[in-house]
C-alpha cells in the first residue's frame, strides 16, 4: 500500500482539466516530456494567446471604459524618481506636520510657505517665520542622520520680504477695486433696489 502513488482528488483533476481546456493548453500530467501542443504552440504561446484574446474581449465589452483617470494627464512625470514619494505624498494629502524625515517635511513646508506668509500680521513676523525655516533646513544637513538628502533651498530673507510686500499691495489694490466698484453699483441702483439689496445680505 506504501509502494502504490497516492490518488489525487478527481474532483481536482476534473477541474484543472476544465481550465486547460478553456485556455487551450495541454495538461503536463498527460505528456511531460514534450511542452508543445499539436499544433506545435508551446503553453506558454498558447497562455500569451489566451490572455490576448481575453483582453481583446474585454475591450469590446467595455470593460475598460470610464476607468478612473481615463484621459488625464500622467501626473509628476517632471520630477526626479523619489523612492520616499508615498511618504511625501501623504504629507501633503493629509497636511501632516512634524511626521517623516526632515528632507520631506521641509520640501512640504517649502510648498506652502508663502500663504503662511502672507497670513503673517506684520514684516517682523515674515522675518521670523523666515529665518525659523531657514535654520532648520541648515540643521537638518548638518545632521546626517540617514534618509533622503535634504535639497530645499534656504530663502533670501530681504527677497522674500520684498515679494511679501508686493503681494500685500496687491491684495489691496484688488481689495479697494472691489469696494469702489461694489459703492458705484449700489449708487446706480434705486432706493427698491438697495433695499432688496440690504434685505439679501441680511439674509446671507
Known sequence: MAG?????????NVARYQVDQLAGIRNPERDDDD???????SSM?????????????????????????????LTNLHEIH??????RKKIERESLTGLGPPALTLRTEDATLDQRLDAAPSEGAVREL???FNLRIIEARRQLQGGPPVVTPVRDVDAELSAWRARREERYRVAAEA???????RAAMTWRERRRHRRASRTD
Open 82 to 87: 523619489d523612492p520616499n514619494w508615498w511618504i
Open 35 to 41: 511542452d508543445t501542443n499539436t499544433a506545435g504552440q
Open 4 to 12: 502504490k502513488k497516492n490518488r489525487s482528488d478527481p474532483r481536482l
Open 179 to 185: 469696494r469702489e466698484r461694489e459703492a458705484a453699483e
Open 130 to 132: 523666515l529665518e525659523d
Open 45 to 73: 504561446d498558447q497562455r500569451a494567446q489566451f490572455v490576448e484574446i481575453s483582453i481583446a474581449q474585454a475591450m469590446r465589452r467595455g470593460d475598460f471604459d470610464n476607468l478612473p483617470g481615463a484621459g488625464k494627464p
